[in-house]
């Protein structure tokens, strides 16, 4: 199976500024990544696909890159709403799914 | 907007059974394939299973093959998850997706909020 990583698990930051998350696959899955923003007895949302891709409705301060192995999701000004968990999806290999941990997007 | 709700998670004896539906609203439900996801408490998201749009082909993780079944009725827009021989491991936050295909690949789009099953004695 493929290994999906997020780093950091907690990350810090104040209203207003950027915050950057990194997942890393244990081996290529192209650009077969999808990020989803999540809160607690809410439904996940979709927010990229395609590694870079903003899905239906997403504000542009989200955004994404990366390829292969190695993947960013930047938000540039982190509003209220966006302090959540946010978690990687590889879909590269047919029902083979791999989500990564999460990491915990918490106010500074 | 697109609209998932779960139900009938609840608290079950390990062997026994339980049947979750997830009611589909605001999209043509019979033109879209279908997936559960879960996710045990403190662990990461597991990929259960997935149903084409007619609910002619059913895919499952070898840790619940032979144990759950997936169908669906899209005349009531509403898909089903049957789980039998449940276990300990089973417990977690059971959510549907709307599974949708871009190129040659397959992810989630749409998810509901999810259903809790707790599998104990």
């Known amino acids: 199976d493929i290994l999906m990583t997020q780093s950091p698990a907690i990350l810090s930051v104040s209203p207003g500024e950027r915050a950057t998350l990194s997942c890393r696959a244990s081996?290529?899955?192209?650009?077969?990544l999808a990020w989803y923003h999540h809160k607690p007895g809410q439904a996940p949302r979709l927010l990229i696909y395609g590694a870079s891709t903003r899905a239906t409705g997403i504000p542009a301060r989200f955004s994404g890159s990366g390829s292969g192995t190695e993947f960013t999701l930047t938000i540039s000004s982190l509003q209220s709403e966006d302090f959540a968990v946010y978690y990687c999806?590889?879909?590269?290999?047919?029902?083979?799914?791999?989500f990564g941990q999460g990491t915990k997007l918490e106010i500074k | 907007e697109v609209q998932l709700v779960e139900s009938g998670g609840g608290l079950v004896q390990p062997g026994g059974s339980l049947r979750l539906s997830c009611a589909a609203s605001?999209?043509?439900?019979?033109?879209?394939?279908m997936s559960w996801v879960r996710q045990a408490p403190g662990r990461g998201l597991e990929w259960v299973s997935a149903?084409?749009?007619?609910?002619?082909?059913?895919y499952y993780a070898d840790s619940v093959k032979g144990r759950f079944t997936i169908s669906r009725d899209n005349s009531k827009n509403t898909l089903y998850l049957q789980m039998n021989s449940l276990r300990a491991e089973d417990t977690a936050l059971y959510y549907c997706?709307?599974?949708?295909?871009?190129?040659?690949?397959?992810?989630?789009?749409?998810w509901g909020q999810g259903t809790l099953v707790t599998v104990s004695s």
């Open positions: 999806l590889q879909y590269n290999i047919w029902l083979m799914y791999t």
């Open positions: 605001e999209f043509t439900f019979s033109r879209y394939a």
């Open positions: 149903i084409s749009d007619t609910g002619g082909s059913a």
């Open positions: 997706a709307r599974w949708i295909q871009l190129w040659s690949w397959w992810y989630f789009d749409y």
């Open positions: 081996q290529s899955v192209s650009s077969n």
